[in-house]
């Protein structure tokens, strides 16, 4: 068994903002803005966008922009990149650093975190778990004939739904395919968000606007220090393979609420 952690969602570089959390624990993952639609026309029927796709707490996207400023108006009627989802558990990313995923296995554990602030209170950005996935399979795509073969399994997945992003993720050469992940229904996505990171201490260490975060003394207990790489700030996988701390994680995982 093996254990991935995988950063996603929206952030301050990539959409102007993070994903809210609450007060109370609870919170709102907001995807990334799917900006590929910038430049090719799609159905507004079927694409969603920050004002018109509604979160957990029957809010749209676009009112967690919290000022009337630049991001919030060029992301008003920006497609939404809705992935991973939660209905039938999946999860699509074509991007070559994120080949690894094709070696998860069934009982493996995919784990989510995200980029996220305080809302309704005052709270720095910080990295958040917020759900898992319990691997079903994990596959690759890399030819447009397994595209319809795709729909049973990946139907609800953003790359599957609309073909465009399906072409251009396996037309790229770079991308070396894409990657695809199903999880099975003992998958979970969580009620409450739990901080896994902690800013670089010093001023002179930091490296870009906001500060680069790397996995907290708790959570090192918890995850180990993923061979020496405990930058968490940006979105590689990191994994856990060690089989005495893999079953140590994975059991607190599958108690968190």
């Known amino acids: 068994m093996k254990i991935a952690l995988l950063r996603v969602g929206i952030d301050k570089i990539c959409g102007g903002i993070h994903s809210p959390i609450f007060k109370d624990g609870t919170f709102e993952f907001i995807p990334i803005p799917e900006y590929f639609y910038r430049n090719h026309p799609f159905d507004d029927a079927k694409i969603k966008t920050f004002s018109t796709e ?30 991973p989802e939660f209905d039938s558990f999946t999860y ?53 004939d397994q595209y319809e073969l795709l729909k049973d399994d990946f139907e609800n997945n953003f790359h599957i739904k609309n073909k465009e992003i399906f072409d251009r993720d396996i037309t790229n050469p770079k991308n070396k395919g894409l990657k695809l992940v199903k999880g ?10 739990y901080a896994i990171s902690r800013p670089l201490p010093s001023e002179s260490e930091v ?11 708790e959570m090192l207990k918890i995850f180990g220090n993923f061979g020496g790489k405990i930058a968490i700030q940006k979105n590689p996988i990191r994994w856990i393979t060690n089989k005495k701390l893999v079953e140590q994680t994975a059991k607190w995982l599958k108690e968190l609420e």
């Open 207 to 217: 490296k870009s606007k906001d500060a680069i975060h790397v996995i907290s003394d």
């Open 92 to 144: 699509g990313d074509g991007n070559y650093t994120k080949n690894s995923l094709v070696n998860l296995e069934k009982g493996d554990l995919l784990v989510f975190y995200a980029s996220m602030e305080g809302f309704d209170f005052e709270k720095e950005p910080s990295m958040y778990l917020f759900g898992y996935f319990e691997v079903d399979f994990a596959l690759l795509a890399f030819e447009q």
């Open 184 to 193: 099975s229904n003992k998958s979970k996505l969580f009620k409450y968000a």
């Open 54 to 83: 509604k979160g957990k707490k029957k809010k749209s996207f676009i009112e967690y922009f919290k000022t009337e400023g630049k991001d919030k108006q060029q992301h008003k009627d920006c497609p939404i990149h809705a992935d």
